[in-house]
Structures are given as C-alpha cells and as structure tokens.
C-alpha cells in the first residue's frame, strides 16, 4: 500500500517526469529550420509556409507560427473571408515578426477602385495597414495582366504603404503564356505557381521510359529559372500533386513521408525560393514541417515519389499543361474544371472546390448533356476527361 507521503512523492515525481517528457518533446518538435530570401523583395520567409485555402482555424495559424513558420497566405475568397479574419485573429500583435499576403481575383476589365476596395477589405479582416504581397489572383489569362488598371492600383497601393510587392498567383492552363507576360514585362516581385515533383524535368526523365505521360510535361520549369535569375521571387504551391497522402501511408517509414520527400524534392531543385503550403490541422503541419532545412532528397525519397506518379498519373491534371486545349467545341475549360474536381475528390475540401468552380462561371455546364464527347483521348496521361469534367459539374454546379 503507497501512504500519502509516498503517493504525494510518487505523484510529483510523476508530475515531473511528465513535465520532462513534454519538455522534451517539444524540444524535438518539429521546427522551421531555414528562411529563405525571396527574391529582390529581401523579404525572410520560412521555406515551408502557410497556405490558408483549406483552414479558417486561428488555433492552427498560431501552432504554425509558434513552430517558426513565419509567412502566412491567404485570399479575400478563401472561406468567403474567415481565412484572413482567423489570420488576422492569431497573429495579433505579431504583425511585425510575420509576412503576410493576400490575392484578390482582379479580372480584365475591373478598375484600380474596385481593386483598391478589395485590397481595403482584405486589410480590414487582416487587421492589419499593410500587406506584403499582393497578388492576382489564379491569373488563367493573359488579359488580366494586360489590364492597365492593375498596374496603376498597384502603384498607388505601394506609394500609400498598403502594399510593400505585388504579385501574380496561376495554376491554369494558361499559366506559362501568363507567366512569359509578366517576367519578360516584369510586371511582378512575386511569383506564385503551382509546382512539382513531376515537373521537374529531372523527375520526369528517369521515368521517360515506363512513363506515357512524363512526355507531356509543361515549359515550366524553365520560365520559373528564369524568374529568378531576373530576381523575382518564387513560391511553389500544389507540390503535393494532389495531396492523396492516405494513398501513401503503407508506404512510408518514421521521419520519412510522401510530404517530406515531395517537399524535399522541390527545395532543393533550385526552381522555387520556398513553399506554401495548405495546413489543415496541427498533426499536418508537424509533418509537413519536418522537410523545412533539407537541402537534398533523402534515400528512399524518390521511390516514394515515383510510386505515388505511378499512382495518380492518370487522374492528376498537371498545372500548366494544356495540351487537350480545343478538344471541346463548347470551350469548356477543361483544366480549370479538373482542378476544381482535384479539391472535391483528392483535398476532400468540397466548400474550396464549390467557390473556385462558381468563381469560373460554372464551366463544365456543357458536359451533362454532351453527346459527342470530343475530348475523349485528348489527354496524353489517358485522364478520362469526359467524365471527370461531368463528374464536377454534377458535384459543383
Ligand atoms: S487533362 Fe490532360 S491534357 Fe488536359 S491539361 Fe490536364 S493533363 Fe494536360
Ligand atoms: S464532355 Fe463534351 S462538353 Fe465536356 S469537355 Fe468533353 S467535349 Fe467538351
């Protein structure tokens, strides 16, 4: 039998045991471990940062900020605002040790007042005076980027000291003829742009010979080169390719993840500055975290990779590649439909997926009624186009 004065010595010792192993814990928690320059902004951003398209959870914004994330992403549309409120809500107080940015969808024909109400808006749910990026958002054409008033907003944005840099944000079909406009123009600080493993042409050629589809890679990579050497910023989003990450976890060991090793593989493949990064709860952003640091791919990383294309190659649409473009006599846009189809089906984010569909115009409308179904082996990854974009339209519109 344990006596009071045993059970209260047993109960401290426990205490402290317990105390020591949280402390020890938290020790090696996982921890951004470098902070890379973006570009001629100068500015100091953790190399795995946040994306908020998927969480409007200010808990999270703060355990990724107390684990040394430092750059926080949003958008006026993500979470019809509550993503910037729940941002602005955690990091007040902190606003001079974070970056933060924010995107409005600035379309071809809108003024510089109505993008100057929009930038007022995001600032007001930020609770902040100023931005350091601003970008446009999911730029899908060319034109929205040949809008003067674009320029001239941003301009007198920076001269107010509402915004410090702006910036272009795509993952379109059009994104490469977008993004030749804006560096050869050097109409943009920042680049944002979805970005992957298996679009790095040194991914793609190792695979070249079991790989019907690593021959339809996009001209990528060489455009976000040459954004850099120009000094543009880069960031990298959708390095996940999808995210399926349950489809990987028979596969992975401790300390060794499908996320880690896809992260790994773009930071240090010398075509993006650093990531951002869609958390949606604090177990992801501790795994996620664990890649911050790793300046090469580690052993066992590009099997990972390689099983997880091998996986998904015939149902990931690739960011910026258009090559099923006029397949569709009704002009459905068929790249933008299947992306918001990948954050239905694969991110599980049917709100995400909702908005950016009804953004778009609800453009696969065409496809419930389509007879001919022209579009059937337009893909060179044998995506089954047809009843993907369907399948959006019946879920989204
Ligand atoms: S459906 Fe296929 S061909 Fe069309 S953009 Fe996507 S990956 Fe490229
Ligand atoms: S199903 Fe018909 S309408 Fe839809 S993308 Fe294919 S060809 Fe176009």
């Keep these: 039998m344990v006596g009071r004065r045993e059970f209260m010595a047993l109960g401290a010792g426990t205490a402290l045991g317990m105390s020591a192993m949280a402390h020890s814990q938290e020790e090696t928690a996982p921890r951004i471990r470098r902070y890379a320059t973006l570009g001629r ?5 953790s190399d795995i940062s946040f994306g908020s398209a998927s969480t409007s959870d200010a808990a999270l914004v703060r355990h990724a900020f107390e684990r040394g994330v430092n750059f926080f992403d949003t958008a006026e549309s993500y979470h019809g605002g509550f993503a ?6 955690a990091l007040q107080g902190r606003r001079d040790k974070v970056v933060l940015s924010s995107k409005t969808r600035a379309g071809a024909r809108e003024t510089r007042a109505g993008m100057m109400r929009a930038l007022e808006r995001s600032l007001k749910r930020l609770g902040t005076d100023y931005l350091d990026i601003y970008f446009n958002h999911a730029v899908d054409d060319v034109e929205r980027m040949q809008n003067e008033e674009w320029w001239a907003f941003t301009e007198l944005a920076k001269k107010q000291g509402k915004i410090r840099f702006r910036g272009m944000s795509g993952h379109g079909s059009d994104l490469v003829e977008c993004l030749d406009y804006v560096i050869d123009k050097d109409l943009a600080d920042v680049i944002l742009v979805a970005y992957n493993f298996a679009q790095d042409p040194s991914f793609t050629d190792r695979l070249r010979h079991t790989f019907h589809w690593a021959a339809i890679q996009s001209d990528l990579p060489p455009r976000l080169k040459k954004a850099r050497e120009k000094g543009i910023g880069v960031l990298a989003m959708k390095t996940l390719m999808g995210a399926r990450l349950n489809d990987m976890r028979p596969y992975e060991r401790p300390g060794s993840t499908f996320s880690n090793a896809a992260f790994r593989w773009v930071l240090s493949g010398g075509y993006a500055d650093a990531l951002l990064v869609s958390m949606t709860s604090k177990a992801e952003v501790d795994e996620y975290l664990r890649a911050s640091g790793d300046a090469a791919v580690r052993q066992g990383d590009v099997q990972l990779l390689e099983r997880y294309a091998q996986m998904q190659a015939s149902s990931y649409c690739q960011s910026g590649c258009n090559a ?10 068929i790249a933008e439909v299947l992306r918001t189809r990948m954050y239905a089906v694969d991110y599980g984010r049917p709100e995400l997926a909702r908005s950016e569909y009804a953004a778009l115009g609800a453009p696969a409308a065409a496809c419930l009624a389509c007879a001919h179904q022209s579009c059937l082996g337009a ?8 009843s993907f974009t369907r399948e959006a339209a019946q879920r989204l519109g």
């Design 41 to 45: 902004t100068g500015l100091k951003v």
């Design 84 to 89: 910037e409120e729940a941002i602005g809500e």
């Design 324 to 333: 099923c473009a006029g397949s569709c006599p009704e002009d459905v846009a």
């Design 379 to 386: 893909c060179p990854a044998r995506i089954p186009i047809a």
